[in-house]
């Protein structure tokens, strides 16, 4: 019989026993069995399977079972792994010894997928091709063309190298091509560019990214209207960038989490080999999930960046800016909506921050587990924030007070729906209650879809 999620296990023992009485049954592992591999490197199966020989008892070879199982599972060799556990059989054959196998199908051809996807207020049908496990060790090719709802299209190549040590490292490299409109900013972008990546764990949990990119960018204007200030930055520009990301997740989901912390720090080095684009940015984001009583939530987020110019006389873009506003981050104004404008156009600046309080709960009509009370849970929220070129000193008092000068604010109650477990929509009735000069706030009904949510 096969060990799967719903057949938590069968007993090779021929009485039945209780589950509290499986930590002492005494089993060991004599041998372990990978059945339909012909392609799949031995090294990596290897190590992939080594732990089943530590166990002492029948629930240790129950829990690293599953275990190992999942480890093969994301190898990106196999599109199937079973598990079939019997006892130890033949010459050499342990009293309580034990043979696991590890029945797999492995990926045999090309595969081809057509996807609805979701970004920040936006989403995007992907038509995708996939070559998997090229040499034998989870290597792979992948091919996706997007067309979103708002005129964005991307076009990008991926080759994947995992290295299958302990800390999950992993290679990739991209060649792409994107072109968006940004409407509240008055301009569209159109990017060319290649991407190297190098992921790592430092400790579980923690993920980091390093990777170079290198994108010839060109800016032009959206219609006559758009305002010079944003027409100045029109044209050619070539940026070379070095970026560090850290993510420590230990949320227990990615739209509705019930405890947990979320904490993602971005660098971003601009002129490096080359390039008149020239830069040093850094993004920060925290999030904790506090469980109340009746299934509610408390959530509490924050954001901030800051942006500067380098001395070598390098400088950046309209594009590299900050930006702030919108159903995803400071609700209650339009997108883009918080921060300098120049004849309707948002134009960014160098330092911004944001904060949001939120209590997400049941709908009180779906109460009960499962069905549609897993995908809605009532909302309400307050949201504020601050944009602008900062001129800051020493003192970090008075930085304080510059920063909180003259920020906004906004609440409002609404409904949140989880679409699987990748992306949110949020429809909310929003007060902006503090709005500075050239803001542009969006009282009453927003909506807003997206994978980021502040």
Not at 14 to 27: I, Y
Not at 157 to 178: D, E, I, M, R, Y
Request: proline share 4%.
């Amino acid at each position: 019989m096969d060990y799967n999620e719903t057949n938590l296990f069968w007993s090779p023992f021929g009485f039945e026993m209780k589950s509290g009485q499986l930590e002492t049954v005494k089993a060991t592992v004599d041998k372990v069995h990978i059945d339909g591999v012909r392609k799949t490197k031995e090294d990596i199966l290897v190590n992939a399977v080594n732990q089943m020989f530590e166990v002492n008892d029948f629930t240790s070879v129950l829990l690293k079972s599953k275990e190992t199982k999942s480890i093969l599972s994301g190898l990106g060799c196999f599109k199937k792994v079973d598990i079939l556990i019997d006892t130890s059989q033949g010459p050499g054959a342990s009293p309580d010894g034990l043979e696991v196998t590890f029945l797999v199908t492995e990926y045999d051809k090309p595969m081809g997928s057509i996807n609805t996807v979701v970004g920040d207020n936006e989403g995007s049908v992907v038509i995708g091709g996939h070559l998997p496990n090229l040499k034998g060790r989870g290597e792979s090719l992948s091919l996706e063309y997007s067309h979103g709802t708002k005129k964005s299209s991307a076009f990008n190549v991926t080759f994947l190298k995992p290295l299958h040590n302990k800390s999950k490292a992993s290679w990739n490299a991209s060649v792409f091509q994107g072109l968006a409109d940004f409407p509240s900013s008055g301009y569209k972008e159109l990017n060319r560019g290649a991407i190297l990546n190098f992921d790592f764990n430092s400790v579980p949990l923690v993920r980091h990214t390093v990777s170079w990119e290198g994108v010839w960018r060109n800016l032009r204007c959206i219609n006559r209207s758009t305002a010079f200030a944003v027409r100045e930055h029109s044209g050619h520009s070539l940026k070379s960038s070095l970026k560090h990301a850290l993510v420590a997740d230990t949320r227990d989901s990615n739209v509705f989490p019930t405890e947990g912390v979320l904490f993602r720090v971005i660098q971003e080095y601009a002129g490096f080999g080359g390039g008149n684009i020239g830069f040093l940015k850094h993004d920060a984001e925290f999030q904790l999930n506090i469980p109340l009583f009746a299934d509610a939530v408390f959530q509490a987020g924050a954001i901030a960046g800051h942006l500067q110019s380098l001395p070598n006389g390098k400088t950046y873009a309209l594009q590299d800016r900050h930006f702030l506003g919108g159903p995803v981050n400071v609700r209650g104004f339009e997108m883009r909506g918080v921060g300098p404008h120049s004849d309707g156009n948002s134009i960014g600046a160098e330092t911004y921050w944001a904060v949001g309080a939120h209590l997400f709960a049941p709908l009180p009509f779906l109460r009960g587990k499962g069905g549609l009370s897993e995908r809605f849970r009532s909302h309400f929220f307050a949201t504020a924030g601050n944009i602008g070129n900062f001129k800051l000193g020493s003192s970090l008092k008075e930085n304080m007070g510059i920063l909180a000068e003259n920020f906004r604010l906004s609440y409002g109650i609404g409904i949140a729906l989880k679409l699987a477990e990748v992306a949110r929509v949020e429809l909310n009735y929003c007060w902006p209650r503090r709005v500075m000069k050239g803001d542009r706030p969006n009282p009453g009904l927003q909506f807003g879809i997206g994978l980021h949510f502040l």
